[in-house]
Structures are given as C-alpha cells and as structure tokens.
C-alpha cells in the first residue's frame, strides 16, 4: 500500500478503487452509488486542497531559503571580484582572530588594573588623611627635651676695679601700639569628600521624591525609509536645573533600593503616553527597559498584571524589555507571571553580551524584539565568537520566528549603509531623532469615570507587601 498511496499517486489510486468499490453497488442501488461517489469526491478535493497548501508553504520557505543563499552567493561574488589582494590562508586568519582576540583581553586586563590602582591611590589618600588627622593634636604640642648643661671654664678672679659712677637714664618715646586688623569676610568651610557625596545623594533622591522624574521619548524607525514603527520612554531626572541621564542617578536609586518605585512611576506615565497615542490614531508602541531588581520585588509583577488586565486598550501598545541576562535567569514564578501577560502586553530582549539567540523560545515567551547596539552587530559580523551563524542569518532566523530586530546606539551616519547590508530591519539613534521630553499635559492621567451610584461595592484588592531592602552582597551576586 506504500507505493499505491504514495506522494503523487494517492488521488488516482483512491479513485480506481473508489470506481470498484462503486460500480458492484451501482447495480445493485444507484443512489446509494450516487452518494458514495459524492462523499469520495468530497474527499478526493479535501485531500487536493491540503496538499496544494502543503506545497505553497513548502514553496515559501524554500524561496525564502534561496533568497537567502542567493543574498550571500552574490555578496561572495561581488567580494572576489572587488578584491585585488589574494585572501589570506586559514593560518593568517586564525592568527589574526587570536591575536584579536589576545589583544580584547589585554585592553579589558589593563581597564582592570587602572580601576584597581585608582582604588588603592584612593585609600591610601584616605589612610595618609587620617594619620595626619591623628598626628595634628601631637604636633601642635610639642615636648621640649632637657638640654645638657654647658660648663663654662673656671677663670682666675681679677683684682678689684673702683666701679664708675652711674649715668642716668634718657628717656626715649614709645612708639604707638597699632590694634591688628578686624578680618571681615566669609569663612569658607571645606566639605569632605563623604559629606559632599551624601549632600549629592540627598539631592537626588530629593529631587526624585518630587517633580524632577521626566520621560524623554526616541523614536524607533524602519530601515532604509526611516519611517517611525514605535517609541521608547527614557527616564530622565531634573537636579537644580540639569538635566541627568540615567547613567548619573541608577546607581544612587539602586543603593536606597528605589529602582522598583521608579519603574512603576515609569510604567505609569508609559500607559499614559501610549493612551494618548491611541486616541490620536497612531498604531506606534511605547517600550520602556525594566531593572533587572525590580523581577525580584514581591507584588511588582502582579501589579504589572493588574495594570494591563484593567486596561485592555493596552495590548499591543505597551511594550517591557528586560536585558538578556534575565531572560536567561528567570525562575518558576516569574515565568509563569511573564506568560499570563503574554498577549496582554510585548517584551523586548535587550542589552545583550552576545548574539546567541534561541528564536523558538523566544518567541514561545512572547518576546518580539531584539535590540541590539551597533557596535555589538559590527563586531559579531567581524567576529565569529560572538555568534553562531552570519548576521544575515540571525535576521532571517528571527523574522522567522515573528520577531524583530533593532539596533540601537546609532550615533554615526555612516553605521546606516553597513546596518542595511546586514539586513537589519529597524534602528534608533541619535542619527535618527534625539529623545525629546514629553509634555506636561500629556502626562496627566484622565479623569477616573464616575460609578453609577447603584453599583454594587467590590471587594478590596489584596494590599501588596511593603518593599523589602535588600543587602547589597545580595545585589552583587544576582549582578554578576
């Protein structure tokens, strides 16, 4: 039966027997035949039409290979017909990605070295303060030592000499006394260095408290057309009229554990914006990168649910990143809490190290970006360490698994052509648009609408725990 109902002559087998099953009962009842005959057509089309998509499909991918190999074949064309020098052997080029790679370590072994040395001249200028602190009382008292006594030499007595008459004596006038100088400026006193840095911190998180937390967005735009696709909030802080990146405040939030009310403001002021865009009829997204603490803080997630699940107008719009070491260490309980959103709102896999990507799984945890910085592409397209398979490959592979790529970091004008050679479908940078801050008015949130006085009261949502400070070795390990 394996050759009769084979790949191609399934439907023609099927049919003779049909016709020898069917003409005995022809004779016997035509209409019984008639019907046996039309639910064997019936069957004969349903089998044709599931073969004729199978093959479209299998048509589709097959192109979409050859489009791929064709890509390559021709950039290897185009390589060896541009080239005038002959290619290096195999040793020159394994020779030259070793000492690459040698000369990596070298730059990161000697960044180490200064950072360790700056530390050390740092504490030993701490020490050397200290000792003299320590010293100074001692110093400004000192201990006078007996001197030895000095014999004078024993001199034979004279013989005695009438003594003059004495002279009275002249008086002279004293010089005036002259009062010292009154010294009539301002004291200025010295803060220590600790004093100065806690007055910094006690700045920020004053400013934090209050109005100074600002959302700037970039946009992110389409390759080469430079259309925008969507956006991303960055937090921005207002310190006594300057503007702080979040490179100059994280550290500070992250030491007095408030990284996770500054994700929930953030998130926020994200829902606001995308609302906004909503109702001007834009299809845009609005993205914002989550901390890696905030995973770890009890009630933060199911917020985050409660959040999305009380607007469904959100979906779609809202869009969470996490870095991809998270991704990489996420327990039981935070994905199971990631896969209920799933749907609800989009994630986004950034800040990698490398480019080893798992599209399937990816895409099976609902993640529909990958960003990725310039300089990173460029340097896994040079260098196979930070990659498995070609740049090319990797977009293709992630397309498709529905997700795409953005390469952020795009600082250069320059970057843009070697960007679209490597087939990156997005972008953002300061090439494209520098973040810009989002109005006031637009950050305020609507109106609550008024319940109808008839309504029944529902029960109180469960309060969430109180946030628990953790120990900074704690914050070390999960860091590293």
């Known amino acids: 039966m394996a050759r009769i109902f084979g790949r191609r002559g399934s439907l023609v087998a099927l049919g003779i027997l049909g016709l020898i099953a069917l003409a005995p009962l022809a004779a016997y009842s035509p209409i019984l035949a008639l019907v046996a005959l039309a639910l064997l057509a ?139 100088e009154l010294f009539l400026g301002a004291v200025i006193e010295v803060a220590p260095p600790a004093d100065q840095e806690q007055a910094r911190e006690a700045a920020l998180i004053a400013a934090f408290d209050a109005e100074g937390l600002e959302v700037h967005l970039q946009p992110i735009v389409t390759l080469p057309q430079r259309k925008v696709a969507s956006y991303e909030a960055l937090a921005r802080l207002r310190v006594a009229g300057e503007v702080l990146a979040p490179e100059a405040f994280l550290p500070v939030l992250e030491r007095h554990g408030r990284t996770t009310d500054l994700d929930r403001r953030m998130l926020q002021r994200v829902a606001t914006i995308a609302r906004h865009l909503a109702g001007r009829g834009s299809e845009a997204a609005v993205g914002y990168g989550l901390s890696p603490l905030s995973l770890y803080e009890p009630g933060f997630l199911r917020g985050l649910a409660r959040l999305v699940a009380a607007e469904p107008g959100l979906a779609g719009r809202l869009v969470v990143a996490l870095p991809q070491a998270s991704w990489r260490n996420l327990d039981a309980e935070q994905t199971g809490a990631l896969a209920a959103m799933r749907g609800k709102i989009g994630f986004i896999l950034d800040r990698p190290t490398d480019l080893r990507f798992d599209a399937l799984s990816l895409a099976e945890r609902g993640v529909t970006q990958v960003k990725a910085s310039a300089d990173l592409l460029r340097q896994a397209s040079a260098r196979q360490n930070l990659s498995d398979i070609a740049i090319e490959d990797l977009v293709a592979a992630l397309a498709r698994a529905g997700i795409r790529l953005v390469a952020t970091a795009v600082e250069r004008e320059t970057d843009v052509p070697d960007l679209i050679d490597l087939d990156v479908p997005f972008a953002q940078g300061g090439v494209f648009a520098a973040p810009r801050a989002v109005r006031a008015d637009v950050l305020v949130p609507p109106a609550p609408a008024q319940a109808a006085p008839a309504a029944a009261p529902t029960a109180p949502e469960e309060p969430e725990p109180p946030p628990q400070r953790r120990p900074f070795r704690d914050f070390l390990r999960r860091a590293s």
């Not at 064709?70 to 060896?80: C, D, I, M, P, Y």
């Not at 007996?146 to 006038?173: D, E, G, K, Y």
Request: with cysteine; glycine share 6%.
């Open 42 to 180: 019936c069957l004969a089309t349903g089998l044709a039409h599931r073969r004729a998509t199978a093959l479209a499909a299998r048509c589709d991918k097959l192109s979409g290979e050859i489009d791929v190999l064709s890509k390559r074949l021709l950039r290897v064309e185009g390589a060896a017909k541009a080239g005038a020098l002959p290619a290096p052997g195999a040793d020159a080029a394994s020779l030259a990605a070793g000492v690459e790679e040698v000369t990596v370590e070298i730059g990161l072994l000697s960044g180490i070295v200064r950072d360790l040395a700056a530390v050390v001249a740092t504490q030993d200028g701490e020490l050397a303060r200290l000792k003299a602190l320590a010293e100074a009382p001692q110093a400004a008292q000192p201990v006078l030592m007996p001197a030895q006594p000095i014999l004078a030499p024993v001199v034979p007595a004279a013989p005695p000499v009438a003594a003059p008459a004495p002279h009275p004596p002249t008086p002279r006038p004293m010089p005036p006394r002259r009062d010292p």
